[in-house]
């Protein structure tokens, strides 16, 4: 059924993002592009249930409700994965930032040996 | 103890995390032995960057604790600035560590000039070696080569000696204790030159109480049950 095929794919997906890929403009375009329409899929499901269930046949789920659930899923893991690794990234720049501060306070502290 | 020519040109980087019961003298043993000794305090909030200054220590002070390797990749960043510095020798704060080991790697660096030198409690040296330790040991060598690349007796030894050249290349990710994995995983990509040399790790009660207070304690375990496998009591 092709929702297997998107289920895994995306699942592919997110655990590629775990490990690879830099911040570049297009993922975030990518990124922007999805919640847009995370956002418009979500106002044209609820105002069109009909179209929802008929989507969910489309792709081989029997209930609209149980593809709204699987999107949750998705979305849920990429976000995951996202605020890791931002965690990460910001950590890396706290340790250099760390180190800048010992290294330039050492110099400091040398000077003020030199003036003494 | 002999001064080797490469001891005056050898930054030792020590990495330190409230050590302040035994930093002092550690620091003593150092002092005057090598070039520089650089103490990377940690963020230990306690008196340990004091007294390694006033045992003769050059210290940098990290604002917080950020982990060994950061306080690793700081000390080596602070020896690559240093024109004059031609080998870094790594050497733990809590006294684990013999000076005499240190002397040996940073003579054996200079001699065969190698990138890496590494500590390996585990090289056999008494004769004749029964049988069912050899094995372990090969066993031992050969899942090293598959896990790092780099045939290695003991991976997780904090006794080592870095060439100015490995130190150039050595940019540590990992801030905690996943740096000596990494430093390995660096050697192998840049198929840096390496040896190991013998080093006793002696685990004094203070060393080991202090690693059951963090995560460590899995490490010195692990180390701890390897040794008795190997049929050698940690001296």
Same mark, same amino acid.
């Given at each position: 059924?092709?929702?297997?095929?998107?289920?895994?794919?995306?699942?592919?997906?997110?655990?590629?993002?775990?490990?690879? /890929?830099?911040?570049?403009?297009? @993922?975030?375009?990518?990124?922007?592009?999805?919640?847009?329409?995370?956002?418009?899929?979500?106002?044209?499901?609820?105002?069109?249930?009909?179209?929802?269930?008929l989507?969910?046949?489309?792709?081989?789920?029997?209930?609209?409700?149980?593809?709204?659930?699987?999107?949750?899923?998705?979305? @849920?893991v990429?976000?995951?994965?996202?605020t890791y690794?931002r965690?990460?990234?910001?950590?890396?720049?706290?340790?250099?930032? @760390?180190?800048?501060?010992?290294?330039?306070?050492?110099?400091?502290? /040398?000077?003020?040996?030199?003036?003494? | 103890?002999p001064h080797? !020519?490469?001891?005056?040109? %050898?930054?030792?980087?020590?990495?330190?995390?409230r050590? &302040?019961?035994?930093? $002092?003298?550690?620091?003593?043993?150092?002092?005057?032995?090598f070039?520089?000794?650089? =103490?990377?305090?940690?963020?230990?909030?306690?008196?340990?960057?004091? #007294? $390694?200054?006033?045992?003769?220590?050059? =210290?940098?002070?990290?604002?917080?604790?950020?982990?060994?390797? &950061? $306080? #690793?990749?700081?000390?080596?960043e602070?020896?690559a600035?240093?024109?004059?510095?031609?080998?870094?020798? %790594?050497?733990? &704060?809590?006294g684990?560590?013999?000076?005499d080991?240190?002397v040996?790697?940073?003579?054996?660096?200079? +001699?065969?000039?190698?990138?890496l030198v #590494?500590?390996?409690?585990?090289?056999?040296?008494?004769? !004749?070696?029964?049988?069912?330790?050899?094995?372990?040991?090969?066993?031992?060598?050969?899942f090293? +080569?598959?896990?790092?690349?780099?045939?290695?007796?003991?991976?997780?030894?904090? #006794?080592? =000696?870095?060439?100015?050249?490995?130190? &150039? *290349?050595?940019?540590? +990710?990992?801030?905690g204790?996943?740096?000596? *994995?990494?430093?390995?995983?660096v050697?192998?990509?840049?198929?840096?030159?390496?040896?190991?040399?013998?080093?006793?790790?002696?685990?004094?009660?203070?060393s080991v109480?202090?690693?059951?207070?963090?995560l460590?304690?899995?490490n010195?375990?692990?180390?701890?049950? =390897?040794?008795?496998?190997?049929g050698?009591?940690a001296?």
């Amino acid at each position: 059924m092709i929702i297997q095929v998107l289920l895994v794919a995306a699942l592919l997906l997110a655990a590629l993002y775990t490990v690879r /890929g830099r911040r570049t403009a297009l @993922s975030m375009a990518i990124r922007r592009v999805f919640v847009i329409a995370f956002f418009a899929g979500g106002v044209v499901a609820v105002l069109f249930p009909e179209l929802l269930t008929l989507t969910a046949h489309q792709v081989g789920v029997g209930r609209g409700a149980d593809l709204v659930l699987y999107a949750l899923c998705i979305a @849920s893991v990429f976000t995951a994965i996202g605020t890791y690794r931002r965690f990460r990234e910001l950590e890396d720049r706290f340790v250099e930032l @760390s180190r800048a501060l010992a290294l330039a306070e050492h110099r400091t502290r /040398g000077d003020q040996h030199l003036d003494a | 103890m002999p001064h080797h !020519p490469f001891m005056a040109t %050898t930054c030792v980087v020590v990495p330190a995390y409230r050590e &302040a019961a035994v930093i $002092a003298g550690v620091v003593a043993t150092l002092v005057g032995r090598f070039g520089e000794v650089v =103490v990377v305090d940690d963020g230990s909030r306690d008196a340990t960057g004091d #007294l $390694a200054a006033a045992a003769g220590a050059t =210290v940098l002070r990290h604002p917080v604790n950020l982990g060994q390797g &950061a $306080a #690793l990749q700081t000390g080596f960043e602070y020896a690559a600035q240093q024109p004059w510095v031609t080998h870094v020798l %790594t050497f733990d &704060a809590d006294g684990q560590h013999h000076v005499d080991d240190a002397v040996a790697a940073v003579e054996l660096a200079g +001699r065969t000039g190698v990138d890496l030198v #590494l500590g390996s409690r585990f090289l056999e040296e008494s004769d !004749p070696v029964p049988a069912l330790r050899r094995i372990v040991l090969r066993a031992g060598v050969v899942f090293s +080569r598959w896990t790092t690349g780099l045939e290695l007796t003991d991976t997780h030894n904090g #006794l080592r =000696v870095l060439s100015r050249r490995a130190i &150039a *290349s050595l940019r540590l +990710r990992h801030h905690g204790m996943a740096h000596a *994995s990494e430093i390995l995983e660096v050697a192998g990509r840049e198929g840096w030159s390496y040896r190991e040399v013998p080093a006793r790790v002696h685990y004094s009660d203070y060393s080991v109480a202090k690693g059951q207070s963090s995560l460590n304690a899995v490490n010195v375990l692990l180390d701890l049950a =390897v040794d008795r496998i190997r049929g050698r009591a940690a001296a």
